[in-house]
């Protein structure tokens, strides 16, 4: 399905617009899962739009990630972005897409995938796992290969990120279906559906920002006529703009399946990293006292900001991560891998 | 990516720059343009590649010229070479990533040339583009003045229509390659006063080697190089053949030309050596500060390279790209500007122009371009109001 027209990001927009709206956004801050908006989405066949053939919507990548900005714009507190990616993975493996709520366990969690009898099992603890208490299906990695999990799975350990999104721990003894595994690592594919969306929840603190200032009045007027205001808002829009172009870097490399998608998606989380310190910086300052209250929907984005950018994977590991593959190659190498990536 | 967001404001668009195609002509000539100065540089030290915005070599110039890598994109009727716009940003952004000495070519092929072709008359379109083309007309720009700088409406040179022409009086300075080049375009007042802003001015092309009553005096910089001048012009007699465009409306012509001038990937790679010259000393380094710190400028690299493809794409378009390109030169010239602080972080040693070390040399000179970045085509201040006019503030 192509959505160069646009229909399906602008029917996401509105469906999300009606079900998470402010006093969504609340609820589940406060803990409640939005089973209604999460249903609604998956009528609509978010969970498997970028899934190709029969299983799916096959979606155009670059227009899956596009809904992925959107959702990350909103800051919408469900895990739909990881379910959608890990379900283009599973079926990119060749095994069967899930139902429902999805969970991406990267290699680095420790998870074990062994053999038993003609089958195989996985076993571990992993932390911080994303909606891991909503999880009806598991995607684990390791040593190459990639495994299915629908049960066998429970909590440990409650926990937030410092968007109160949940963050939990998972005791992990199952059954698994695998395959093996040669395409990017779930760290990586996390690691770019959190870079996508902060370039889209730093759209938001633009859009917030100015905003803000045409219309807060101080010492007669408009906050915008000071060039000392407007010259923040000019850092702010140039970090955001930034951050786009290195999310997109990294989004056209993996739909390109490129051989140097992971430098591009280490270079976006890096850079990413980087913008989230300063934007967020900046919105707060021009938002006063007000934008620092629960009240204010400024910190529904910046909290988010603050965790995505060191989920899956901090930005200080990525940006350590591009520079020793960068210093690995000679010194001749380097423009041509900048120009290749 | 889907831009059919129907909700979100228009600053969407110009935040979220457009993805560059993939183009195989462009990749095809990227390799070309390699095995070319591969050849015809070799000799070049690190630190005369680092000074490749300044590097002043006509030989070179006429040989990208004979290799249809100058004006690229005109009409081939004017000695142009009618390719993609993608196709002249690879040799700009190859040229420059070598450290390739562009000085005697890349103010005509940027800014003069596109002037010319989008204002010039006919005359001036058939006299002068071809030799741009063939690397061998070298341009300076005549726009600052001792009291206009950023406030360039502030002109005062002024051009009196006498018989056949005008007289021209009035100083301008910072004019890069004067003292070299064959032709000025030259922005001044034709009619009314300072007080009349933007009306009444006009872009007049001046022969630089033919130009009585005019006087070039060099400045140096702060490294003690020449490349900068103040040129005087005293009831210099200039023809009306010199007019470009329309007369009173230089402030528009000049504010395209300006487009022309920021919009190009030399507002971030001019310092590349230097960055070059620290990834060979850090290579294979286990040190996590030199890992973190290449990898940080390297994400700084990729991200600017986007941004300005994007603004390439958008050029090529034919679309307004000055919020896109002020935010390119803005973020460009930081990162050029850290770059120079963070190397003498890794290196435990003291910068030195002279230094038989390639690193302390290219660094030593690096430090002193540095504070030119953010003035130059434009001080970071005034790009910073140009996007915030671009956000609706202002
Ligand atoms: C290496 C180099 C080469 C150059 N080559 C050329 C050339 O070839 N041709 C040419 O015409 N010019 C050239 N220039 C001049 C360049 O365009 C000017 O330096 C630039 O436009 C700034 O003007 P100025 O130096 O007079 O500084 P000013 O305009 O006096 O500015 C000084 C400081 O005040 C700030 N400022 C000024 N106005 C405002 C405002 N409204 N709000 C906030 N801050 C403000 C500026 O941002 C800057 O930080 C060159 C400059 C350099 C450094």
Redo the contacts between chains.
Sequence with gaps: MD????????TT?RLL?EQVDDAAMRAAASGLWLEQAWSAAAELGLPLAMVEGEQGFGVAL??G??LI??LG?RAIPLPLAETMIANLLLARAGLPVAEGVVALIPAAAGVRLDRQGEGWRARGVADRIAWGRNAAALVVEGDGRIALLTSGFEVSAAGTNLAQMPRDQLTIDGAAQVASWPGLTLLEAGALVRAVAAAGAM?TL??LC?TH??ERTQFGRAL??F?V???A???L??E???????A??A??AFVASAADAGL?I???R??VG?AVGVATGIAHQLHGAMGFTEEHRLHWFTTALWSWRDEFGSA?W???????A???R??AA??PT??A? | MANGHGGLMAMYDKLHFPSPPANDAAEALRTQVRDFLAVTISGRTPLQRAESWNGFDRDFSRALGARGWLGMTWPRRYGGHERSTHERYVVVEETLAAGAPVSAHWIADRQSGPTLLKFGTEAQREAILPRIARGDCVFCIGMSEPDAGSDLAAVRTRAEPVDGGWRVTGTKLWTTNAHEADYMILFCRTSGSAADRHKGTSQLLVDMKATEGMTVRPILDLAGQHHFNEVHFEAAFIPSAALIGVEGEGWSQVMSELAFERSGPERFLSSMQLLLELVGALQGSDSELAQAAIGRLTAHLLALRRLSRGVATMLAAGQDASTQAAIVKDLGASFEQELPEIARSLVDAEPDRRSTQDLLAVLGYTLMSAPSFSLRGGTREILRGIIARGLGLR
């Design positions: 959505d160069t027209d646009g229909l399906l990001a602008r927009e617009a670059s227009d990630f596009a900005r959107l714009s759209e633009v859009q100015t200032v045409v915008s006529g060039q205001v407007q010259h808002l000019a850092r829009a140039s955001a703009a930034a951050a786009a172009a290195a997109d870097l989004v056209d591009a280490a270079a976006a890096s850079r980087e200080g990525w940006t350590r991560h591009l520079g020793a960068m210093l690995a000679p010194k380097y423009w900048v120009t990536v």
